[in-house]
């Protein structure tokens, strides 16, 4: 009697297939990284400024994740729902010391809350973006800028398409702009203002200018204007924000 022959699941073929065919099954895309080269581009195609909220939709080894907060100081999230791979890019994280600016969250991110993003990063598929883009136009504030690589978002007009050489292939980055405006209205009432920069914010503040407009006026993020705005409505002084999509 010769060796038993083996379970069809254990030959390393079937495992292979096996495994790509569950991948699509279970979850939207498989896990292929992003090249460094190109995931340091596609931060800097978007701007990613210290203290700026991104999150990477199917973060898979967290290397997005990791890079935006190790070298561009943002707070940065991953969303991976392979439990593997959010706990292998967790411990990477809680190894580099980057808890108080990276994080991994284990879930679809079609369940996630995105709304607080300021950039959106995505390696996925034609197909996926196509079925996260409502979620992402219902939720992402005007000026978001949302990055993808290799895959389009259909129907979006992109900002920037760039091209990255590396090794062996080429890499196609997607930037996009959530289109539309967020205006502050100023109340009409006046208060003397202690903190210089909620003052400079403040003499912006018109009805015509948009939070985007005075971040550039005043060379900072418009997570900074809106922070100081908060100030300013709890003052009374601004009435509130006009979103005009
Ligand atoms: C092509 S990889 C990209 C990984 C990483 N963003 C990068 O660029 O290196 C896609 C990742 O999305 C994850 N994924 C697929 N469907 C998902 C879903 N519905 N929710 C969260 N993560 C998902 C996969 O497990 C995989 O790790």
């Given amino acids: 009697m010769g060796e038993p022959s083996p379970w069809p699941w254990d030959l390393p073929l079937v495992n292979l297939y096996g495994d790509i065919v569950l991948t699509y099954m279970y979850y939207d895309v498989p896990f292929v990284p992003t090249p460094e080269v190109v995931v340091r581009r596609m931060l800097q195609l978007a701007r990613v400024r210290?203290?700026?909220v991104l999150y990477d939709l199917g973060s898979g080894d967290g290397r997005i994740v990791?890079?935006?907060a190790k070298e561009f100081g943002a707070y940065a999230y991953g969303i991976e729902i392979r439990k593997d791979l959010y706990e292998q890019s967790t411990a990477k994280i809680r190894d580099l010391g980057l808890e108080g600016r990276a994080r991994i969250i284990n879930t679809n991110f079609f369940d996630a809350d995105i709304s607080d993003a300021d950039v959106v990063t995505m390696y996925l598929l034609t197909s996926v973006n196509e079925r996260l883009?409502?979620?992402?136009e219902k939720e992402l504030r005007p000026g978001t800028r949302v990055v993808s690589h290799?895959?389009?978002?259909s129907g979006w007009r992109p900002v920037v398409v760039e091209e990255v050489y590396e090794e062996w292939r080429s890499h196609k980055i997607y930037l996009y702009k959530i289109p539309g405006k967020e205006v502050p209205i100023p109340s009409g009432k006046t208060a003397p203002l202690e903190d210089p920069f909620t003052r400079q914010v403040m003499a912006l503040v018109d009805g015509n200018n948009s939070i985007e407009d005075i971040a550039v006026k005043l060379n900072t993020t418009p997570r900074e204007i809106?922070?100081?705005?908060r100030k300013l409505i709890d003052a009374g002084l601004v009435e509130g924000i006009k979103t005009i999509r």
């Fill in 133 to 136: 883009k409502p979620k992402l």
């Fill in 66 to 68: 990791i890079m935006a």
């Fill in 50 to 52: 210290p203290g700026e």
């Fill in 150 to 153: 290799d895959f389009e978002v």
């Fill in 226 to 229: 809106r922070n100081a705005l």
